[in-house]
Nanobody
């Protein structure tokens, strides 16, 4: 079955850290740009961070820059999102998407209809609260 599966979410206190994983099943992530998005109830979907196929090109939302880091390990078919110094406003469902044809990582991180992407996962919930 071809799918993306996210994990690593949970409940954390403000200032804490989490590392999210996005694992591809049934296909190789090598040829895909990967994006992490988040959506909280009543809010619009937000592009959090995206990484290019080579792992060199990255981009971050202004709200997370300096706190989050996106990396990929193609050998493990996995993309990670390290989240440090978490804030209550980071609370959301985080999901990843994969797209083979991307112009730039910045373009990939502009939220669009899910059908725009080749693959997307169901997400993992991150709750930041004391």
């Amino acid at each position: 079955q071809l799918q993306l599966v996210e994990s690593g979410g949970g409940l954390v206190q403000p200032g804490g850290s989490l590392r999210l994983s996005c694992v591809a099943s049934g296909f190789s992530l090598d040829d895909y740009g990967i994006g992490w998005f988040r959506q909280a109830p009543g809010k619009e979907r937000e592009g959090v961070s995206c990484i290019g196929k080579n792992g060199v090109s990255t981009t971050y939302a202004r709200s997370v820059k300096g706190r989050f880091t996106i990396t990929r390990d193609n050998a493990k078919n996995t993309v990670y999102l390290q989240m440090n110094n978490l804030r209550p406003e980071d609370t959301a469902n985080y999901f990843c998407v994969a797209d083979r044809v991307i112009a730039t990582v910045q373009a990939l991180c502009v939220p669009g209809p899910l059908g725009t992407y080749d693959y997307w996962g169901r997400g993992t919930q991150v709750t930041v609260s004391s």
